[in-house]
């Protein structure tokens, strides 16, 4: 059962366009959304992050958007650049039953930012 | 500051050998996780702790075990190792007082079961 879905495996995208990658998310318990970027051979790093309060946060070229009703979280990346070519997770994160609290990730999608 | 650093790097294993992947932190958060990722997977969780002496089950536990000491260290055991446990493994830590925070994680231990 899968709580966090990212559809698309893959993106490409020229250089200087627009990159907006997606996820869906099943359970009504997560509070708080992050986007994570991860290069080969590397752990995934700290991108950018929406509390359910909320339906959009920006930083820099990075914003994300919150559609609670839909279940529907989306990163933009405006312009985008060859160094944001990586894999992009999608998490989420919220209090159990018992009270602690799960960091549940997505399958991630590869985004490709052709020069 | 190091944040989050697991070691090995890289192992291989033969099946049936044990092993631990030893994760610590020194940020003084008190959520860890040990997650898996295998080749165009996301990041399956196995095990979670939300402060020394608690651990619980996350996604795919079987075939690992914890324990969570101190706050600042949560080794990964595997104790039987077979070909479906070879994936790269991250550990990852959070403060856990506030709810709305980003978890660190570690470079990677990649792990291969032959």
């Known amino acids: 059962d899968q709580q966090v879905k990212q559809n698309s495996p893959s993106l490409s995208v020229q250089e200087g366009r627009i990159s907006i990658l997606n996820c869906d998310y099943t359970?009504?318990?997560?509070?708080?959304f992050l986007w994570y970027k991860k290069y080969p051979a590397e752990g995934p790093t700290f991108l950018i992050s929406?509390?359910?309060?909320?339906d959009k946060n920006e930083d820099g070229r990075f914003t994300v958007f919150l559609n609670k009703s839909a279940k529907h979280l989306s990163l933009h990346i405006v312009p985008s650049q060859p160094g944001d070519s990586a894999v992009y997770f999608c998490a989420a994160s919220g209090l159990t039953q018992g009270g602690s609290e799960k960091l549940v990730f997505g399958k991630g999608t590869k985004l490709t930012v052709n020069p | 500051n190091a944040g989050v650093t697991q070691t090995p790097k890289f192992r291989i294993l033969k099946i049936g050998q044990s092993m631990t992947l030893q994760c610590t932190q020194d940020?003084?958060?008190?959520?860890m996780y040990w997650y898996r990722q295998d080749p165009g997977m996301g990041l399956k969780l196995i095990y979670y702790?939300?402060?020394?002496?608690?651990?619980d089950k996350g996604e795919v536990p079987n075939g690992y075990n914890v324990s969570r000491s101190t706050t600042e260290d949560f080794p990964l055991r595997l104790e039987l190792a077979a070909p479906s446990q070879t994936s790269v493994y991250f550990c990852a830590s959070r403060p856990g007082t506030v709810t709305n925070t980003e978890a660190f994680f570690g470079q990677g231990t990649r792990l291969t079961v032959v």
């Open positions: 702790s939300v402060g020394a002496g608690i651990t």
């Open positions: 940020m003084n958060h008190n959520y």
């Open positions: 359970n009504s318990m997560f509070d708080y």
């Open positions: 929406i509390s359910s309060i909320k």
